[in-house]
Structures are given as C-alpha cells and as structure tokens.
C-alpha cells in the first residue's frame, strides 16, 4: 500500500457540500461513492442527485435519517439510475419522489459491499486505494465544536449517528490519518474535512464500511 | 434580538460549548492533534445537534475476512 493516497489527487472527489438542515448525512456519503467510483470508471466527474435518494429510497426517513446500506440496497434491488444533480437539485427538505424513465440517462449500482474492518484498518486502507472512497457511519457527537486536527479522543466505537465518506489517508506523519468528507459545509473542520487517527477505529470509522461497485 | 428569550437561551448554549471546548482541548496540545472550538454550531445544544445533524444509523456489517469477503 502506499504510505499516503488521496482521491482527491485523482480528480474524482466532488466539492464538499452542505446537507443544511436536514438529517441526510446518509444520501450525501452514499451519492459521494457514486459520482466517485463512476468518475473512477473514466467517466467525467458528475455530482449526482442527492435529493433523489432523499425522496426515493423509500427505506430510510428522508431528512429524518437513514443508513447507507439501506439506500445501497435500494439503488441495487430498484436499479435506480441516479441522475445528475442539475436535474433534480437538493432542497434540504424530504419531497415526493421523482421517476424517470429507464431510457433517461444516470449512473446505476450494480453491488455494493458492507464490511466490519475494525481491527484491520489496513485492509480497509486497501480497499479505499481498490475500490474508490468508502460510505462510513461514525460517531460525529464531538464533531459539534471541531475546527481542524486529527481526532484522537473523544470518539465512541459504539454510537454510529453520521454518515461521511472517506476518500483517503496519510500515514507518512506520527499519527497516520484517515481524510474523510463531510457534508457540513466548507465553513465546518477543515474546509468541511476532518481527519481521524487511523488504528484504533476512532469513531468507529472502520465499523460499517461500504464499497460500491457500477 | 438581544435581552429576548431566544437570545438567552443561544448565549447559554454558546457559553456551554466554551466549557465543552476547553475539556475537549485538554487531551492533547499537540499541534496535529484535532482542535475544538468556536464554530457555526456552537450556539446549538447538544440535544439540537442530535437531532438535525446526527440522524444516521450503521447496519451491522459482516467482518471483513480477506478476499472472500469481497464481491
């Protein structure tokens, strides 16, 4: 593996965006996946509809909440083709879903895996090079007053409330770190970043790890 | 508006996250360790953080086990 590696080196991460009020952290690592991975594949980076999954992935609540897997599981039984966020822009707000006809154009998810990589954070550091940045769920309670730094503390294992995606690592310093984009803003950590200590499954990061595959 | 009810209740809220701050700061003063304080939710409590911003939840997920596990 290499020591340090980021997908945003590799032009295929979309700019950090904000969820405002509303509890779709979920949709916003899920979508992140995919844009990626499809930007991956040699396609042009697209961001995708965020509001889509919101409205549509009738298993989670909507700007209530939701899992990553869920809206995986959707996007894989459904084949839903996720279309471009400039055709159905995000409103913070859980709205009637929208369809589109199977001819109209989007990115569809053929498989995803769901792993529990705590304990073998290097393995997971393979799959991020492998597969392409990893839809996480963490314990964010202290992210409340983060400005900047690597989380090193105050992180439970145990209380998975936030949705972010992880889209690289750096373990060239005395702490190796996981980079991982959230979706609070730019305003928010750095530059709506936030680094974790990789090792110790801070946060529980390394807990419930998805990988998606188009 | 200043002296208002909600203003009250936003000072007390940002005055608690200055004490958050301080005992999260006091772990480590290492410069690349994470750094806590004044941001654009410190004016929230921390019952309002939860509820609109902290609304995920994890499915339990199989370990991962090499290269069976993938695919």
Redesign the interface.
């Known amino acids: 593996l290499p020591a340090k590696f980021d997908w945003r080196d590799h032009a295929i991460v979309a700019p950090v965006q904000n969820?405002q009020?509303c509890?779709?952290?979920?949709a916003f690592?899920v979508v992140g996946a995919v844009q990626s991975v499809h930007a991956i594949g040699g396609s042009q980076l697209v961001e995708l509809s965020v509001q889509q999954v919101l409205d549509c992935s009738f298993q989670n609540?909507g700007?209530?909440?939701?899992?990553?897997?869920?809206a995986l599981k959707w996007l894989t039984q459904t084949r839903v083709k996720l279309v471009p966020q400039s055709e159905y822009p995000y409103k913070a707000q859980t709205r009637m879903c929208h369809f589109f006809s199977g001819s109209h154009g989007g990115v569809g998810v053929k498989?995803f895996?769901?792993?529990?990589?705590?304990g073998?954070e290097e393995?997971?550091m393979g799959?991020l090079v492998k597969h392409g940045p990893l839809s996480v769920?963490v314990d964010?309670?202290?992210w409340?007053?983060?400005?900047?730094?690597?989380?090193?503390?105050?992180c439970s294992s145990k209380r998975?409330?936030?949705?972010v995606l992880v889209v690289g690592y750096d373990t060239t310093?005395?702490?190796p770190y996981w980079i991982v984009q959230n979706s609070?803003?730019t305003?928010?950590g750095d530059k709506g970043y936030v680094?974790m200590k990789v090792g110790s499954n801070i946060c529980?990061i390394a807990?419930?790890?998805a990988a998606v595959?188009l | 508006e200043v002296n208002s009810p909600q203003f009250d209740r936003r000072l007390f809220f940002f005055q608690e996250s200055a004490t958050r701050h301080a005992y999260l700061n006091s772990f480590s003063a290492a410069s690349q360790s994470a750094k806590y304080g004044i941001n654009q939710f410190s004016d929230l409590s921390q019952r309002e953080f939860q509820d609109l911003y902290l609304r995920a939840s994890a499915d339990r997920a199989p370990a991962f086990s090499g290269q069976k596990a993938e695919g």
């Open positions: 969820q009020a509890g779709s952290c979920w690592s609540k700007c209530n909440g939701g899992t990553p897997v869920a498989n895996t769901a792993l529990d990589f705590s073998q393995a997971m799959h769920v964010a309670l202290s409340q007053d983060y400005l900047g730094g690597i989380i090193q503390y105050h998975s409330n936030h949705a310093g005395d702490i609070w803003g305003t928010w680094y529980g807990d419930s790890v595959f």
